[in-house]
């Protein structure tokens, strides 16, 4: 009867703690989208705020100032900056915290959202897949984003060059670290009915889903091989960048095509959830709004830089914008 007590007392405490993580999540997603759509707000102080804090390397936003001015603590940290190749860092954050969600969606009993009330120990529960596929779509959408993270960790450690001296904001940075915790957490609180076979995997929305998610994957790499054999660099030391128009492919259509295959392969996520996750809609609303800003900016710093880069090119969507 004890025993029965506990368990039933753990499991409730298990199911608070589980909705506590969706509604933190959603929040998280609200606030960050929010923040950016107010980004195209004519509320100058703000914009000025967005771009040097979510600019970076050519778009990074340095504002002149007096050097013999004095500043206070809370300025100094504002001006705080870190290398553009710490972006590394946040595809190895993603990468972990996916395998660690996979294994504890696989063993469960390693980990609780805090201990159990009592000491008496508990039953060991069967592994998920035991009495038929539990949580299986969870796993696939975890699967999925072990190979994005996977890919571009090795994409920004040895593909991507970027220029000398090139910086982001440590703003961008701590968030950054945030969100590759939050998006896959994002899909491991995602829950679906069990499946009694392997073949209960392949429903409509899943395979087109997945063939989404890995189309989106291998155009993003390739316009990505077409980004890294552009630069290159003079002057001395090879401490002047020089930037070249991107020309072939998406980019022809649009100034940031890798923006739009990052879209597509979040929305492939969406459609492997038969898009009833209001939580991972949220996820793909922010990832929407933050690439289509960023690729606005960097249609602009085209635009001003080079005087014969084509007008025609939209930002992020062909035709429309």
């Excluded at 000025?48 to 004095?70: T, Y």
């Excluded at 980004?227 to 492919?249: N, T």
């Excluded at 800003?293 to 014969?308: G, S």
Aim: hydrophobic share 45%; glycine share 8%; proline share 6%.
């Amino acid at each position: 009867m004890e025993q029965a007590v506990d368990s039933g007392a753990s499991v409730l405490s298990d199911a608070l703690a589980g909705s506590f993580l969706i509604g933190a999540l959603r929040v998280f997603w609200l606030l960050s989208t929010t923040l950016v759509v107010l980004g195209v707000l004519p509320f100058g102080f703000y914009q000025r705020f967005l771009r040097k804090s979510a600019g970076r390397g050519k778009l990074r936003v340095v504002e002149k100032v007096d050097p013999g001015a004095k500043k206070g603590p809370l300025a100094r940290l504002w001006d705080v900056t870190v290398p553009q190749d710490y972006f590394s860092h946040f595809y190895l954050v993603g990468f972990m915290s996916t395998l660690g969600l996979i294994h504890h969606t696989f063993y469960p009993e390693n980990f609780r959202f805090w201990p159990s009330p009592s000491d008496t120990p508990q039953p060991k529960k069967p592994h998920p897949f035991a009495e038929g596929f539990e949580h299986a779509e969870s796993i696939f959408l975890l699967a999925l984003m072990l190979v994005h993270t996977a890919r571009r960790l090795c994409e920004s450690t040895m593909l991507e060059k970027h220029a000398p001296g090139s910086r982001m904001h440590i703003a961008s940075y701590v968030y950054g670290l945030c969100y590759y915790v939050a998006a896959p957490l994002t899909l491991y609180v995602h829950r679906s009915k069990k499946v009694k076979t392997v073949w209960g995997l392949f429903s409509w929305h899943e395979v087109l889903g997945g063939l989404l998610f890995i189309f989106a994957n291998i155009k993003q790499h390739q316009l990505g091989q077409i980004l890294a054999g552009l630069r290159h660099r003079s002057g001395p030391f090879d401490k002047i960048p020089v930037y070249r128009i991107p020309r072939g492919d998406w980019f022809e259509w649009v100034a940031c095509p890798h923006y739009l295959a990052e879209i597509l392969l979040y929305l492939g996520l969406v459609v492997v959830s038969e898009g009833k996750d209001l939580t991972i809609w949220l996820m793909f609303s922010w990832v929407v709004a933050n690439l289509t800003y960023a690729a606005q900016l960097a249609r602009r710093w085209y635009v001003t830089k080079f005087e014969d880069y084509p007008k025609e090119r939209k930002a992020i969507v062909p035709l429309l914008f």
